[in-house]
């Protein structure tokens, strides 16, 4: 107000305008405006959002929207913490849109709200809900099913040596191998980013087990605030306590039974550990590899896929 000339625009200033909020067809929305007689009229144009300096800058990421004065709108499927930067969500029903800092669904947290908020476990169309005192028991049932598996199947070798019918249990043994392998196969499909109609959804959400991915099913998130590397640890060691409860089985039968002489037994030990690596392999490897499947998100980010706070190549997890 009061020039008596004009002076050159600064850059990017043709991304500052005036405008008003309207109703139009029932939606609050962002309309320009001329003369306008308040500094709260004044911001970014259509098509622009504010920076961290406070600047106008262009609106050109993946995943949202700039209708002017600043506002930003991300998308269904994708996460933006408070300061816009936008990451794709894997799964796209945790991923609810809005505005950035609040497009998670209601209980989830993280970058591409990956995981449930402290004392909450997963629910459904991808929302979280608070534990309860039952919770933990598909923890406990888990644990005691793989002690009892693991006693069973070293009964099952010990007794094969003995009986005459060590074929058909041996035919048994391999049958059940085979089908444990076709569910580790199918549950790479669950790993996928497709969304599955039920009752596939559920099936392969269950056999995900067999490939350790105990997360959600198990609800690990009610007994405890698990950082990625625990999680990632207690999917390892998974194999590690089969091969103790084993070798503390053999230990006490040989004692019981066999007077000792583990030596003469030895051959039963190493079939049934040999089974249980044959069986689980492929679990294992997909296990292993994990750390080293990142993603790329829209702000240029790399994020491990199985652990989606944690930035690939470094050490550090993001801190969205």
């Not at 020039?3 to 320009?32: I, P």
């Not at 929302?127 to 028991?137: F, M, R």
């Not at 829209?298 to 550090?316: F, K, Q």
Request: charged share 15%; hydrophobic share 45%.
């Amino acid at each position: 107000a009061g020039s008596s000339g004009c002076t050159r625009c600064a850059a990017g200033a043709a991304r500052w305008t005036t405008m008003r909020q309207l109703q139009v067809q029932g939606e609050l929305r962002w309309v320009s405006t001329d003369a306008a007689t308040e500094a709260a009229n004044c911001g970014c144009a259509p098509g622009a959002r504010y920076d961290e300096a406070g600047k106008c800058v262009a609106c050109e990421d993946e995943g949202v929207e700039c209708p002017g004065m600043g506002v930003v709108k991300v998308f269904p499927g994708y996460y933006s913490a408070a300061n816009v930067s936008i990451f794709k969500c894997r799964k796209a029903e945790r991923c609810v849109g809005g505005e950035p800092g609040r497009t998670c669904a209601t209980g989830r947290v993280g970058v591409s709200c990956s995981r449930c908020a402290d004392g909450f476990a997963p629910a459904d169309e991808g929302t979280c809900e608070a534990c309860s005192p039952g919770d933990v028991v598909p923890f406990i049932l888990a644990c005691t099913f793989m002690v009892l598996a693991c006693c069973s199947l070293y009964l099952t070798f010990e007794i094969s040596e003995k009986s005459r019918a060590r074929y058909s249990t041996l035919l048994v043994g391999v049958s059940a191998g085979l089908m444990l392998g076709l569910m580790q196969q199918l549950s790479v499909m669950g790993m996928l980013s497709v969304k599955y109609e039920e009752p596939l959804q559920t099936f392969l959400r269950f056999v995900r087990v067999v490939a350790f991915d105990i997360d959600d099913l198990l609800r690990l998130g009610c007994l405890g605030n698990w950082t990625a590397l625990t999680r990632f640890a207690i999917k390892l060691m998974m194999i590690f306590v089969a091969t103790t409860i084993v070798i503390g089985m053999h230990i006490v039968v040989v004692i019981a039974w066999h007077g000792r002489r583990f030596r003469e037994r030895r051959a039963v030990l190493v079939s049934v550990l040999g089974t249980i690596g044959f069986v689980f392999y492929t679990s294992i490897i997909v296990v292993m590899l994990q750390p080293f499947q990142c993603t790329l998100h829209p702000n240029g980010m790399w994020t491990v896929v199985a652990y989606e706070d944690i930035v690939c190549w470094s050490s550090e997890s993001t801190s969205h």
